[in-house]
């Protein structure tokens, strides 16, 4: 995946498809699914709450996928806190 930075400093908010409209928008939402649903979620367990939030994201249009995956996934080990 192509990289690419903008200088918010010095007043460059796009060049030309580089932006960061896609990553504020991405953390707004996430935003507002912590505040409606949790309320507060701690520091320590945020990562889990981004993994969680971004699944739920790349498979919004297909859920039987989410569904499959997500059964698939009881198999799986236990995630530990690092």
Request: proline share 1%; glycine share 6%; net charge positive.
């Amino acid at each position: 995946m192509k990289h690419g930075t903008v200088k918010h400093s010095a007043k460059e908010y796009v060049r030309g498809d580089v932006h960061t409209n896609t990553i504020e928008g991405y953390f707004g939402h996430f935003k507002r699914a912590v505040r409606g649903t949790h309320v507060h979620i701690s520091t320590k367990h945020m990562w889990k709450y981004v993994a969680e939030f971004t699944y739920r994201r790349n498979f919004r249009h297909s859920q039987e996928a989410m569904f499959d995956r997500l059964v698939a996934a009881f198999a799986l080990p236990r995630l530990r806190d690092a």
